[in-house]
């Protein structure tokens, strides 16, 4: 079945500083990826959606500048959280879809959880 | 925007016990999906509904469309320890089918 797979699964840094997390389709060419954020008991909230080879679209509030999201080939999106403060501390999920019409059964990374101390 | 409230928010069963969750909406939904997540990890689909009125069963788990397409159902039955986790229904947003609204979710608590 489709895997995808997310790198790093955990990270802990220092305020003002950069870290970019990986999603990558192991095993299908994902030619939409997305990308989450969810607080400690809440839902998920959609971020941004990443499309191959054009500019990522941002939900309505998040900062395109701080919130970076590369689409370079058809197995891999980034998501880069720059100048990362505390309130940026949160668990990032990404899937991915093939784009097969009718299927909305993308699937979801394994999470990244952001510790900004 | 488009809500999905989903009640209860949360739930404490004995083992064995059948379980039932259900999640609301103000707009009408063409497409209903059920996703689990355990602690830690990312939503994996359940199940996936096409059709209002729709009834469609993966082993102890059965969803329903609501025929009025502003509602689903989440039924499991004969529950078990690993059934905990969080429940939430999600639908394809309006003007980007593949983009999806997720519910607020259901913590399901399963006591052996």
């Known amino acids: 079945g489709a895997v995808v797979s997310q790198h790093p699964s955990w990270v802990i840094c220092k305020s003002g500083t950069s870290v970019k997390i990986e999603c990558r389709s192991l095993d299908f060419q994902a030619t939409t990826m997305f990308w989450y954020r969810q607080f400690p008991k809440q839902s998920l909230m959609l971020m941004a959606t990443?499309?191959?080879?054009?500019?990522?679209?941002?939900e309505q509030g998040v900062e395109k500048d701080k919130f970076l999201i590369n689409h370079a080939s058809l197995t891999l999106s980034t998501l880069t959280v720059t100048s990362a403060h505390p309130e940026d501390s949160s668990f990032y999920i990404c899937?991915?879809?093939?784009?097969?019409?009718?299927?909305?059964?993308?699937?979801f990374g394994s999470g990244t959880r952001l510790t900004v101390v | 925007g488009q809500q999905l409230n989903q009640s209860p928010q949360s739930m404490f069963i004995q083992e064995g016990e059948d379980v039932s969750m259900n999640c609301t909406s103000s707009s009408i939904f063409n497409t209903w999906l059920w996703y689990k997540q355990d602690p830690g990890e990312g939503p994996v689909l359940l199940i996936a509904?096409?059709?209002?009125?729709e009834l469609t069963s993966n082993g102890r788990l059965t969803a329903q469309f609501g025929i009025t397409r502003k509602d689903s159902f989440l039924n499991i039955s004969a529950s078990i320890p690993s059934d905990v986790g969080i429940y939430f229904c999600a639908g394809p947003r309006s003007g980007g089918y593949q983009k999806v609204t997720f519910g607020t979710g259901t913590k399901l608590q399963v006591i052996p």
């Open positions: 899937s991915a879809t093939g784009g097969l019409g009718h299927n909305y059964g993308y699937t």
């Open positions: 509904l096409y059709k209002a009125g």
């Open positions: 990443s499309n191959e080879g054009s500019k990522a679209t941002y």
